[in-house]
Nanobody
Framework: QVQLVESGGGLVQAGGSLRLSCAVSGLAFSSYTMGWFRQTPGKEREFVAAIAWSGGSTFYTDSVKGRFTISRDNAKNTVYLQMNSLKPVDTAVYYC????????????????WGQGTQVTVSS
C-alpha cells in the first residue's frame, strides 16, 4: 500500500519561511520523480515543483522560482519543499505527488497523493 504523509504546514507571516516534508512508503521511492502541488478553494490543483529521481534536476512553476526549493533524501524516502519569502498568494493546501510528468514549469500529476498540509500566509 502506497502512503504519502505530508507535514510542516502552518501559519506564517508574509516574508517568512516553512519547510514541508513528505514521507513515502510502499513504492520504490528512489525510482520516482516527485512533485508538490497546491490547491485553494474553488480552483484546480496546480503544479508547484518537481524533482527527478536522482535529485539532479528540479523544476518550478514561475511564481515560486527563486523562493522555493525542492529536495529529496532517497535514504529516508522523503521529499522536501523549502518555502522562503512567502506571500499571501502562496496560501493553499500543499500536496505531495508521485511520478508527475512534464517538463519546464508545467507538470501533470502522477498516481498517488498525500492527504495535504495547510499553509497559510498572513499579510
Amino acid at each position: 500500500q502506497v502512503q504519502l504523509v505530508e507535514s510542516g504546514g502552518g501559519l506564517v507571516q508574509a516574508g517568512g519561511s516553512l519547510r514541508l516534508s513528505c514521507a513515502v512508503s510502499g513504492l520504490a521511492f528512489s525510482s520516482y520523480t516527485m512533485g508538490w502541488f497546491r490547491q485553494t478553494p474553488g480552483k484546480e490543483r496546480e503544479f508547484v515543483a518537481a524533482i527527478a529521481w536522482s535529485g539532479g534536476s528540479t523544476f518550478y512553476t514561475d511564481s515560486v522560482k527563486g523562493r522555493f526549493t525542492i529536495s529529496r533524501d532517497n535514504a529516508k524516502n522523503t521529499v522536501y519543499l523549502q518555502m522562503n519569502s512567502l506571500k499571501p498568494v502562496d496560501t493553499a493546501v500543499y500536496y505531495c505527488n508521485t511520478g508527475p510528468r512534464g517538463s519546464g514549469s508545467g507538470f501533470r500529476p502522477g498516481d498517488y497523493w498525500g492527504q495535504g498540509t495547510q499553509v497559510t500566509v498572513s499579510s
